[in-house]
C-alpha cells in the first residue's frame, strides 16, 4: 500500500479521519470534486446532505478504481458544505460512516472541511474532492 494513515501522538485523536498520510507510491491520482450525482447525472438525496455524501464517496470511489486504486490509496479529502453550521456535523458524519460502511473504509484518510455559500447546482449540498497515491 501507498499510503500510511496516522494519528501521532501529540495531536488529538479525532475519528473521522487520521491526521497524518505518508505516501511512498509514485503514481498521483487527483479526484475532482464529486457531488451527489448518480451515474446518470441525477441527483441522488436531495434535500439529505448524509445521502449526498455517501453518493459522493462511492463516486470518489468509482474514479478510484478506474485508475487502479481503492479509498485506501486516499492520502486526503476535501470537503464542501453548503451553508455549513456546526449542528450539521452529525448529518456529515452519518454520511461518512454509511459510505464507509458501503466500501469498506477502515481508516478514514486526512480531511478539511469547508463551508461554503452555494455549488454549481443549487440541490448540491456537499462536494467532496480526493488526492490518492497509487504504487
Same mark, same amino acid.
Given at each position: ?11 488529538? !485523536? ?7 498520510? !505518508? ?113
Amino acid at each position: 500500500m501507498a499510503v500510511t494513515l496516522l494519528n501521532p501522538a501529540g495531536l488529538p !485523536v479525532v475519528d473521522v479521519y487520521r491526521q497524518v498520510s !505518508v505516501a511512498s507510491g509514485s503514481k498521483l491520482v487527483f479526484v475532482a470534486g464529486q457531488v451527489g450525482w448518480d451515474a446518470d447525472g441525477v441527483t441522488v438525496g436531495a434535500g439529505d446532505l448524509a445521502a449526498q455524501v455517501e453518493q459522493c464517496y462511492v463516486n470518489i470511489a468509482t474514479a478510484l478504481a478506474a485508475a487502479g486504486g481503492s479509498f485506501a490509496d486516499v492520502a486526503r479529502l476535501t470537503c464542501y458544505v453548503v451553508d455549513w453550521t456546526p449542528d450539521m456535523m452529525p448529518t456529515l458524519l452519518e454520511g461518512i460512516a454509511r459510505a464507509s460502511a458501503r466500501l469498506g473504509i477502515t481508516q478514514p484518510p486526512p480531511a478539511s472541511m469547508l463551508g461554503v455559500a452555494a455549488l454549481d447546482v443549487p440541490e448540491h449540498l456537499v462536494e467532496i474532492e480526493a488526492t490518492a497515491v497509487l504504487d
